[in-house]
Nanobody, 123 residues
Framework: QVQLVESGGGLVQAGGSLRLSCAAS????????MGWFRQAPGKEREFIGG????????SYADSVKGRFTISRDNAKNTVYLQMNSLKPEDTAVYYC????????????????WGQGTQVTISS
């Protein structure tokens, strides 16, 4: 089992940047594929992107491709979400998630979740 804690959320103006971190503990981090999701009020949880356990492969949703970058540091048990050129529509609670199976864009394929961190983009 792995425990996940996100940090780095906050309020920024449109066009700005934020970097979210997700720190893992409790199990071998490098065994896990990691995903980032977000959920805005009244909307379904949305896949943003993910990274395979080795860090050698990433996948992104079209809505964030070219603006967001996911990376991981297995030595630090941490996965990162670098968000650039932020838009008001990026406002949401952001979650990291983990699984042992693979890189999926569907939330139900992830077994472990962080508590989420709020990101608010002002126009």
């Amino acid at each position: 089992q792995v425990q996940l804690v996100e940090s780095g959320g906050g309020l920024v103006q449109a066009g700005g940047s934020l970097r979210l971190s997700c720190a893992a503990s409790g199990h071998t981090f490098s065994d896990y594929n990691m995903g980032w999701f977000r959920q805005a009020p009244g909307k379904e949880r949305e896949f943003i992107g993910g990274i395979r356990r080795s860090g050698g492969s990433t996948s992104y949703a079209d809505s964030v491709k070219g603006r967001f970058t996911i990376s991981r540091d297995n030595a630090k048990n941490t996965v990162y979400l670098q968000m650039n050129s932020l838009k008001p529509e990026d406002t949401a609670v952001y979650y990291c998630a983990a699984n042992l199976k693979g890189l999926y864009s569907t939330w139900y394929n992830y077994d472990y979740w962080g508590q989420g961190t709020q990101v608010t983009i002002s126009s």
